[in-house]
């Protein structure tokens, strides 16, 4: 079964404060009580003596007892729970307790013993009795015996003084075990209120309202970041949700104007408003390899935007790819009348050869599609310390500024119209980047509209 915060800490709390309290009551009962053992015993043998030096100043000269004064020690004593005994030198009684009065003295001896039993409920004491000499100036005089309740007593006022320690001992118990149960309850409150408010928005997360954050901070830490993870969940739930939806409502554009341009033809073929001409089948063909080229272009987003994308790693020269695709795009170049400078410098990288020849023919190609006739395109691999750098420099149309920071997205094309016709469905530098990134590399571009534009690619020359 599993139980609230509350009940937890608070539980907590009262177990901690439990032990201490049954600490601090063993610890005081051992070793507090044993001092005041002490001190009974020595409390007692201090009466003791002055009773007997009391009783010594009541001889006088002529050796005859103050009687008046001795009497009423013994009757003081007796009050402290003392049976006191007094004998001259030839052992004749002087004055005694128990013939005083003798059921004062028993109850006295009883009322010690429900004392010391009250207390101790097992306590065995017996009645003990003392003899101390009476002597004055060295000579004795006589004995006194002192008779009590052993081996040791607590009077009333002992008794008082040990029970108002253990109440002390207790309210202190019942205060703290109080205070634990409330700080229990203020700090769980302080800690779970916050999760609480974390458990909501992630339940309205998981229901799909991805536009739940929390606002309020926590001075717990922990609690802190559990909530900035909640809101960069949601904010990326969002995100993603966002690019799902501008996903399908582009791919469903880019398949409707082939589809619809197909469709108008043939029913104009059909309607015999046209005629089937070659031309005609032609552009029918290259409106089917449209749709096919973009799809395919799909299929490799999906596999380069994969974020465990795999990569196929061995050591190549760099140089080496870029020379041979030159090569390959020799005519197309030239059919444009477009000029490709390359300089190549052996520089070996170890990374995955299929997908960097992507790389450097999406962006050979993009120079080619945005250069217009006669332009110059430079290409330059540079060696920076643990990095190889390669520069994509054309002259072509340029990219304006609005149109810089989406050129990466999926989809999208600085200018729709013209790039239609070019072919390119806006994917190609999202494939790119996906692919350098998966090398822990960098990507950035610099344009200038109707000036030219150069692509910088940093990449780790090797990479884990
Ligand atoms: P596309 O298939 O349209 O070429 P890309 O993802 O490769 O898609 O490029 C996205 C957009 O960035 C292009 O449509 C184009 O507008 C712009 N672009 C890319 N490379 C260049 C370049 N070298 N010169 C000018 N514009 C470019």
């Given at each position: 079964m599993s139980r609230g915060l509350r009940g937890k800490l608070s539980a907590s709390y009262i177990f901690v404060a439990l032990i201490c309290v049954i600490l601090i009551s063993i610890l005081a009962n051992k070793f507090l009580e044993k001092q005041f053992v002490n001190y009974v015993i020595q409390e007692h043998e201090r009466k003791n003596k002055e009773i007997v030096s009391a009783i010594t100043q009541q001889?006088?000269?002529?050796?005859?007892?103050?009687l008046d004064v001795i009497e009423s020690i013994g009757v003081d004593a007796l009050e402290n729970g003392l049976i006191i005994s007094v004998k001259d030198i030839s052992g004749k009684?002087?004055?005694?307790a128990n013939v005083y009065n003798n059921g004062k003295c028993e109850a006295v001896i009883s009322h010690m013993s429900r004392n010391m039993m009250t207390r101790y409920p097992n306590w065995s004491g017996k009645y003990i009795k003392n003899e101390y000499a009476l002597e004055n100036n060295s000579k004795k005089i006589g004995v006194v015996d002192i008779g009590y309740y052993g081996p040791y007593y607590y009077n009333d006022n002992d008794l008082a003084y040990l029970n108002t320690l253990n109440k002390i001992l207790i309210s202190v118990g019942i205060i703290s075990l109080c205070f634990a149960l409330l700080i229990g309850i203020l700090m769980s409150e302080r800690i779970s209120r916050p999760i609480l408010k974390v458990i909501d928005t992630a339940e309205m997360i998981a229901k799909g309202d991805y536009s739940q954050r929390l606002n309020k901070k926590s001075d717990i830490k922990e609690i802190n970041t559990l909530m900035t993870t909640i809101n960069n969940l949601g904010q990326s739930l969002e995100e993603q949700e966002k690019l799902r939806k501008r996903l399908t409502r582009d791919i469903s554009h880019e398949l409707r104007t082939p589809l619809t341009t197909l469709q108008s033809h043939m029913e104009a073929l059909i309607d015999g408003v046209w005629e089937l001409t070659p031309e005609r089948i032609k552009s029918f063909h290259e409106e089917t390899m449209r749709l096919n080229r973009l799809i395919g272009d799909l299929e490799k987003l999906s596999t380069y935007e994969n974020k465990n994308i795999v990569l196929n790693k061995s050591i190549f020269n760099i140089s080496e790819i870029i020379s041979n695709i030159i090569l390959n795009f020799e005519k197309d170049y030239m059919d444009k009348n477009i000029a490709i400078t390359f300089n190549p410098k052996e520089v070996f990288i170890f990374a995955d050869k299929d997908k960097i020849s992507q790389v450097v023919i999406n962006l050979m190609s993009n120079a080619l599609k945005y250069s217009l006739n006669g332009g110059r395109v430079k290409i330059e691999v540079k060696e920076e310390n643990a990095s190889v750098v390669i520069y994509f420099n054309d002259t072509g149309i340029g990219i304006s500024d609005e149109d810089i920071p989406y050129i990466?997205?999926?989809?999208?094309?600085?200018d729709k119209s013209r790039n239609r016709s070019t072919g390119g469905a806006g994917i190609g530098l999202t494939i790119t980047k996906s692919i350098i990134e998966a090398h822990k590399g960098k990507i950035s571009v610099q344009s200038k509209l109707n000036e030219g534009t150069e692509f910088m690619i940093i990449l780790p020359k090797i990479n884990n």
């Open positions: 001889q006088y000269s002529d050796g005859k007892w103050n009684i002087v004055w005694d990466f997205e999926r989809f999208y094309r600085a």
